[in-house]
């Protein structure tokens, strides 16, 4: 059987995508083939806009628009945040995704900064690689006084926030880590014994 090239090139192009293997892939292929021509041009259209006209933001990692960070550098103010925030607090997370996240969900009011990623020497992944010593560049030239830890619980989540509180406290910035436990309408029984373990020494005084 003579099967397309072409075809078989855009179904390995497609499995990139996260949670995509190459049998959802083939699927997406063939949908994309039958779908009406104009969007799905216009999906090739803005990915390829996407890569070329969004960076990350300088000063937090957010993604923004190639002129909106144009106009940014500028004015020298921060876009990305908007006026009448605490700039004196940063907020660290792991990638630009949970920024959003957080903004959504929280009444949250200072700055942040987004790594890209989490230290993991095996992987090649040092302090450099991961954004960590821009971050420092900014708490040395910044009047900053408190820095919130967001990133994951995973090893590597937990190493980062490790290395990270300590150049916070060579440079006597206070720190402090977000809290991990017991889910809202969690039941015990339900959980596993390091997340209740976590909790538990996490406990607070009411
Ligand atoms: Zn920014």
């Known amino acids: 059987m003579k099967k397309s090239k072409v075809l078989e090139d855009l179904t390995n192009a497609l499995s990139i995508l996260p949670g995509v293997g190459i049998k959802t892939a083939q699927r997406m292929a063939y949908k994309l083939l039958r779908s009406n021509k104009d969007k799905t041009l216009n999906l090739s259209r803005q990915l390829q806009k996407a890569l070329t006209e969004v960076v990350t933001c300088d000063r937090c990692g957010l993604y923004l628009d190639v002129h909106d960070a144009e106009l940014q550098k500028k004015s020298n103010e921060h876009l990305c945040i908007g006026p009448n925030r605490d700039e004196g607090i ?94 809202l309408n969690g039941e015990l029984g339900y959980l596993d014994s390091e997340t209740i373990s976590h909790a538990f020494n996490e406990r607070k005084e009411l």
């Open 90 to 183: 940063i907020c660290i997370t792991e990638s630009p995704a949970d920024i959003y996240i957080i903004e959504e969900s929280t009444n949250y009011n200072g700055d942040y900064f987004a790594l890209t990623g989490t230290l993991s020497p095996l992987d090649g992944l040092g302090p450099d690689e991961i954004g960590v010593n821009k971050l420092k560049i900014r708490l040395e030239k910044e009047n900053i006084k408190e820095l919130i830890l967001a990133t994951s619980t995973t090893i590597e989540g937990e190493a980062t926030a490790h290395f990270i509180q300590n150049i916070c406290t060579n440079l006597n910035i206070k720190v402090s880590r977000i809290a991990f436990g017991i889910p």
